[in-house]
């Protein structure tokens, strides 16, 4: 993750302050949800884990030892959520799905990769489509289980796909 290019925002101190002015404000937070998106997407993660955020590199520019207070941090991941880029998963707002894509996004995605490959009418398993040799440079290869069947039932909404579970195994049937 030391590869990550920064963008310039991020070695500006102000940048890490939510701004009074409300057209400046508007600006932080769009330039903070590009930088989320962004880093999560060229990192490939998926989760948000609250508690330790203020110390990641992503909250926290070292080099000019200025965080992201807390309540900056739900100011934006509120944003985040408005825009369809974050869901909640527990109450208590501690953890939470980044979505870099959508679900109905990466839905779409895969589809296009069963109908490009010709497996409609076929069954695959959530680990052949997640972690199979024939996807490694799909950009779904290694998605988030959870974030899968998250983005196959925007497909079963769709009539493209039914999820099944049979002997303990996830999979998925594509039309």
């Not at 985040?80 to 939470?96: A, F, M, S, T, Y």
């Not at 679900?103 to 069954?123: A, C, F, H, Q």
Request: glycine share 6%; with cysteine; proline share 3%.
């Amino acid at each position: 993750m030391a590869d990550y290019k920064w963008p310039w925002q991020y070695n500006f101190p102000p940048f890490f302050t939510i701004q009074p002015n409300l057209d400046t404000r508007k600006k932080q937070i769009e330039a903070w949800r590009s930088l989320i998106l962004n880093y999560y997407r060229v990192n490939k993660l998926y989760v948000l884990e609250i508690a330790g955020a203020h110390n990641s590199e992503l909250f926290y520019n070292a080099s000019l030892d200025r965080k992201l207070s807390g309540d900056s941090l739900y100011i934006i991941l509120e944003d985040l959520r408005q825009k369809g880029n974050l869901e909640w998963l527990d109450k208590q707002k501690k953890r939470c799905y980044i979505y870099w894509r959508t679900p109905e996004e990466w839905g779409k995605l895969i589809y296009r990769w069963v109908s490009d490959n010709g497996m409609t009418n076929t069954v695959c398993t959530f680990y052949e489509i997640i972690n199979g040799d024939g996807n490694i440079n799909e950009e779904f290869h290694g998605l988030d289980d959870q974030i899968l069947i998250r983005a196959l039932r925007t497909l079963e909404a769709e009539k493209k796909a039914e999820l099944f579970t049979t002997d303990g195994t996830e999979g998925v049937k594509f039309f």
